[in-house]
């Protein structure tokens, strides 16, 4: 038995850590395992790779995943910008996938029908035993249900010496989430059909449109060149987003004014007055190609106008 | 000792004759150079040429920025900086110096940065020693600087301005480090020939500022994060462009030669052509090796000997070319490679370039003195077989062989 897994997610939502801790139960339960993460400099927010292999026999081949039989995703925003290693999924292997809509959507979403998906809200359940947005707890726990290890007793054990904080917090997380994870079988599965691609050993750390290049091609010295981060959009990294109720605004522009990123935007809307007649006037407005969802606007706000909505 | 110039063909530039020591020598090429920043810090056997040019500073006849640092690491800082800005730097050290200044090496190789170092050459310690062998410079071979080894005080003078001139060329832009033997050159006293017009200096080596640079018109950022994606492939032009750099070190010298009349080539052989045993050896003991080859060959024993000038890039080719027909090749090492194939760096380097077995000779070590009749006492054991290649064997230790 070789179980091989990678671990998709941002920067801030405990990837390596969920790595560590079923390595770790795993380890506590007899089996051999290797929790190899893959990442740079540690940025919240950032797309993040890590590859967990578990296996019977001691494991020497430290080397990453491929194709793997099981992909977590931590995200569902990137499933998009990584549908690689979503499509490299062995047929008959496992999606887990952390999101907030419903199994049929996910399913749409995912657009694979020979894997096992596996939906589970782990946001909302982090949030109500941790107090925070890491659905890693949460996610092993369905990772532990639908592979039929590590053992719950191993996963509160590996929270321990992972963590050593908070253990009953994320232990009561890990076992809504066994509970609750929603299984859905595949429709079909070709045991002998081979993925539709593998996950590229020089794409971890590729965050932005880049051309890979030569040695000759490279600039010299490594020098950087004034660019744009209008090409880098982060507006991914939202878990909820600003939602504003223009009949609530009264204009203080607060929100503009404490907005750590620019995202808030002053547009004009069309707006109908008490006789029919129809004008335009100034409103807040969000750029949520920027907006990285920290709900700042939303506690300034002095009328309430701005509420954060799940979108995740 | 200095009969390794070649005799000049033409010689276009007026020159007179001065005495000056190996490091007042380097000194006054820095200066003819128009080194725009300098920052070093002194050590023993360098000081010298850090004095000097702080007096040429002082005096106004250098127009440059002299950086007082407080250490060596701040001094390769500082001429990395000065450099990154496209200044023309100079900094000069030894031993314990160039260790102290160890981390910042490869970065003005990374970004391509022309720097110049001279270097009189010193052991390490402990025990403390400030005297002269070539521990220091055979520690940064591997760094990716342009590595000159050089025999006089004319020699270092000369290579000093031709280094700028190499350092520089857009086919190469990397740092580049003269060095001479601590005390052995560095306190000799020597004739040295220096041009009467200083401009012809420069004339043959112009500041290009063609690097890579900090510009307020042209921003960039240099020094960025290197993730593994880039990191190697930017490493690697610098590897290419050492590799160039044999070529331009090669042109740079036959120039000088044209203008200057004194030309060294990348490496100098001394009676090769029918040799049946060859001795290669490195700095200032050449003179005498020349000395034990001549008695040798009276002595009816068909040697030879090979002076090696340019360390980094290893003219690798060239040594195979000239010691391919040569049965027995002893290479003496002035510097301890512990516990390494050989004892010596350079005959390991020699063995895995021509594929045989070398002699390896250590001599000079914490500069013990030495004399030809020592050299020629080993070449004959050597000759007579009384020495087993592959084995490391001393001149000068006692209580060894």
Same mark, same amino acid.
């Given at each position: 038995?070789?179980?091989?897994?990678?671990?998709?997610?941002?920067?801030?939502?405990?990837? *390596?850590?969920?790595?560590?801790?079923?390595?770790?139960?795993?380890?506590?339960?007899?089996?051999?395992?290797?929790?190899?993460?893959?990442?740079?400099?540690?940025?919240?927010?950032?797309?993040?790779?890590?590859?967990?292999?578990?296996?019977?026999?001691?494991?020497?081949?430290?080397?990453?995943?491929?194709?793997?039989?099981?992909?977590?995703?931590?995200?569902?925003?990137?499933?998009?910008?990584?549908?690689?290693?979503?499509?490299?999924?062995?047929?008959?292997?496992?999606?887990?996938?952390? /999101?907030?809509?419903?199994?049929?959507?996910?399913?749409?979403?995912?657009?694979?029908?020979?894997?096992?998906?596996?939906?589970?809200?782990?946001?909302?359940?982090?949030?109500?035993?941790?107090?925070?947005?890491?659905?890693?707890?949460?996610?092993?726990?369905?990772?532990?249900?639908?592979?039929?290890?590590?053992?719950?007793?191993?996963?509160?054990?590996?929270?321990?010496?992972?963590?050593?904080?908070? *253990?009953?917090?994320?232990?009561?997380?890990?076992?809504?989430?066994?509970?609750?994870?929603?299984?859905?079988?595949?429709?079909?599965?070709?045991?002998?059909?081979?993925?539709?691609?593998?996950?590229?050993?020089?794409?971890?750390?590729?965050?932005?449109?880049?051309?890979?290049?030569?040695?000759?091609?490279?600039?010299?010295?490594?020098? *950087?060149?004034?660019?744009?981060?209008?090409?880098? /959009? /982060?507006?991914?990294?939202?878990?909820?987003?600003?939602?504003?109720?223009?009949?609530?605004?009264?204009?203080?522009?607060?929100?503009?004014?404490? &907005?750590?990123?620019?995202?808030?935007?002053?547009?004009?809307?069309?707006?109908?007055?008490?006789?029919?007649?129809?004008?335009?006037?100034?409103?807040?407005?969000?750029?949520?190609?920027? &907006?990285?969802?920290?709900?700042? &606007?939303?506690?300034?706000?002095?009328?309430?106008?701005?509420?954060?909505?799940?979108?995740? | 000792?200095?009969?390794?110039?070649?005799?000049?063909?033409?010689?276009?530039?007026?020159?007179?004759?001065?005495?000056?020591?190996?490091?007042?020598?380097?000194?006054?090429?820095?200066?003819?150079?128009?080194?725009?920043?300098?920052?070093?810090?002194? @050590?023993?056997?360098?000081?010298?040429?850090?004095?000097?040019?702080?007096?040429?500073?002082?005096?106004?006849?250098?127009? +440059?920025?002299?950086?007082?640092?407080?250490?060596?690491?701040? +001094?390769?800082?500082?001429?990395?900086?000065?450099?990154?800005?496209?200044?023309?730097?100079?900094?000069?050290?030894?031993?314990? =110096?160039?260790? !102290?200044?160890?981390?910042?090496?490869?970065? +003005?190789?990374?970004?391509?940065?022309?720097?110049?170092?001279?270097?009189?050459?010193?052991?390490?310690?402990?025990?403390?020693? #400030?005297?002269?062998?070539?521990?220091? #410079?055979?520690?940064?071979?591997?760094?990716?600087?342009?590595?000159?080894?050089?025999?006089?005080?004319?020699?270092?003078?000369?290579?000093?301005?031709?280094?700028?001139?190499?350092?520089?060329?857009?086919?190469?832009?990397?740092?580049?480090?003269?060095?001479?033997?601590?005390?052995?050159?560095? !306190?000799?006293?020597?004739?040295?020939?220096?041009?009467?017009?200083?401009?012809?200096?420069?004339?043959?080596?112009?500041?290009?500022?063609?690097?890579?640079?900090?510009?307020?018109?042209?921003?960039?950022?240099?020094?960025?994060?290197?993730?593994?994606?880039?990191?190697?492939?930017?490493?690697?032009?610098?590897?290419?462009?050492?590799?160039?750099?044999?070529?331009?070190?090669?042109?740079?010298?036959?120039?000088?030669?044209?203008?200057?009349?004194?030309?060294?080539?990348?490496?100098?052989?001394?009676?090769?052509?029918?040799?049946?045993?060859? @001795?290669?050896?490195?700095?200032?003991?050449?003179?005498?090796?020349?000395?034990?080859?001549?008695?040798?060959?009276?002595?009816?024993?068909?040697?030879?000997?090979?002076?090696?000038? #340019?360390?980094?890039?290893?003219?690798?080719?060239?040594?195979?070319?000239?010691?391919?027909?040569?049965?027995?090749?002893?290479?003496?090492?002035?510097?301890?490679? !512990?516990?390494?194939?050989?004892?010596?760096?350079?005959?390991?380097?020699?063995?895995?370039?021509?594929?045989?077995?070398?002699?390896?000779?250590?001599?000079?070590? =914490?500069?013990?003195?030495?004399?030809?009749?020592?050299?020629?006492?080993?070449?004959?054991?050597?000759?007579?077989?009384?020495?087993?290649?592959?084995?490391?064997?001393?001149?000068?230790?006692? =209580?060894?062989?």
């Amino acid at each position: 038995m070789r179980v091989e897994t990678v671990w998709l997610g941002r920067g801030g939502q405990g990837i *390596v850590t969920a790595t560590y801790i079923v390595a770790n139960a795993s380890i506590i339960d007899g089996f051999y395992a290797i929790a190899n993460p893959e990442f740079g400099a540690e940025r919240r927010g950032a797309p993040v790779k890590a590859f967990l292999t578990i296996s019977k026999e001691p494991i020497e081949d430290q080397e990453p995943v491929k194709t793997p039989d099981v992909v977590v995703v931590f995200d569902d925003k990137l499933i998009d910008s990584m549908r690689f290693a979503i499509d490299a999924v062995k047929p008959g292997g496992y999606v887990i996938i952390n /999101t907030g809509k419903s199994p049929e959507e996910a399913k749409k979403l995912v657009g694979r029908d020979d894997v096992y998906l596996v939906v589970l809200d782990a946001i909302d359940i982090a949030r109500r035993h941790v107090k925070l947005d890491v659905p890693n707890g949460p996610l092993a726990g369905a990772f532990s249900k639908v592979m039929g290890f590590p053992t719950l007793e191993s996963i509160k054990q590996a929270f321990e010496t992972q963590l050593g904080k908070a *253990v009953e917090q994320n232990f009561a997380a890990t076992k809504e989430a066994y509970e609750k994870a929603v299984v859905i079988p595949p429709a079909r599965v070709d045991a002998s059909a081979k993925p539709k691609g593998i996950i590229s050993t020089t794409s971890a750390f590729l965050t932005g449109p880049y051309e890979i290049v030569g040695w000759r091609e490279v600039n010299k010295a490594g020098a *950087v060149f004034p660019g744009t981060s209008l090409l880098y /959009t /982060t507006g991914g990294w939202r878990i909820d987003k600003p939602v504003i109720d223009h009949s609530k605004c009264i204009m203080c522009r607060k929100c503009w004014l404490y &907005c750590p990123d620019d995202a808030i935007v002053e547009a004009w809307r069309e707006v109908e007055g008490p006789r029919g007649r129809r004008f335009r006037m100034k409103a807040i407005d969000f750029d949520y190609q920027y &907006c990285k969802g920290c709900g700042v &606007c939303a506690e300034v706000c002095p009328t309430g106008a701005i509420q954060m909505v799940r979108e995740l | 000792m200095t009969a390794q110039l070649v005799a000049p063909k033409e010689r276009k530039v007026a020159q007179k004759r001065i005495a000056l020591t190996g490091n007042h020598a380097v000194a006054l090429a820095v200066k003819m150079a128009r080194v725009e920043v300098i920052a070093a810090y002194p @050590i023993t056997p360098q000081t010298p040429v850090v004095e000097r040019l702080a007096e040429y500073v002082n005096n106004g006849e250098l127009d +440059a920025e002299y950086i007082p640092v407080e250490s060596e690491h701040s +001094a390769m800082s500082a001429v990395i900086g000065a450099s990154a800005m496209g200044a023309r730097t100079f900094t000069e050290t030894s031993s314990q =110096g160039l260790y !102290h200044m160890y981390e910042n090496l490869p970065i +003005a190789v990374g970004l391509r940065l022309p720097v110049v170092m001279g270097m009189a050459v010193r052991t390490i310690s402990a025990p403390i020693n #400030v005297w002269g062998d070539y521990s220091d #410079v055979m520690a940064m071979r591997e760094l990716g600087w342009i590595i000159y080894v050089t025999q006089s005080a004319q020699e270092a003078f000369d290579t000093v301005i031709q280094a700028y001139r190499v350092a520089e060329d857009s086919r190469v832009h990397l740092p580049a480090v003269v060095a001479y033997d601590g005390f052995w050159t560095s !306190h000799v006293l020597q004739p040295l020939d220096v041009p009467e017009d200083e401009e012809e200096v420069v004339r043959y080596a112009p500041i290009t500022r063609s690097w890579v640079k900090l510009d307020v018109d042209n921003p960039a950022q240099l020094g960025a994060v290197g993730t593994p994606e880039w990191y190697w492939e930017i490493r690697w032009q610098a590897v290419e462009a050492l590799r160039t750099s044999l070529k331009v070190i090669q042109e740079a010298d036959e120039e000088y030669g044209k203008v200057f009349g004194r030309s060294y080539g990348i490496l100098t052989p001394y009676r090769l052509e029918d040799a049946e045993l060859a @001795i290669v050896a490195y700095g200032s003991i050449f003179g005498i090796v020349k000395k034990v080859v001549d008695r040798l060959r009276r002595e009816g024993v068909r040697s030879g000997a090979l002076k090696l000038r #340019v360390l980094r890039p290893w003219p690798g080719d060239m040594i195979k070319k000239l010691l391919e027909h040569v049965d027995k090749v002893a290479v003496i090492d002035r510097a301890i490679n !512990h516990g390494g194939p050989l004892y010596g760096p350079m005959a390991v380097e020699i063995a895995a370039t021509i594929q045989k077995p070398v002699y390896n000779v250590l001599a000079t070590i =914490g500069m013990r003195a030495i004399d030809s009749d020592m050299i020629y006492d080993a070449a004959v054991k050597i000759h007579r077989g009384l020495w087993a290649p592959n084995t490391p064997y001393t001149v000068g230790l006692r =209580g060894y062989e």
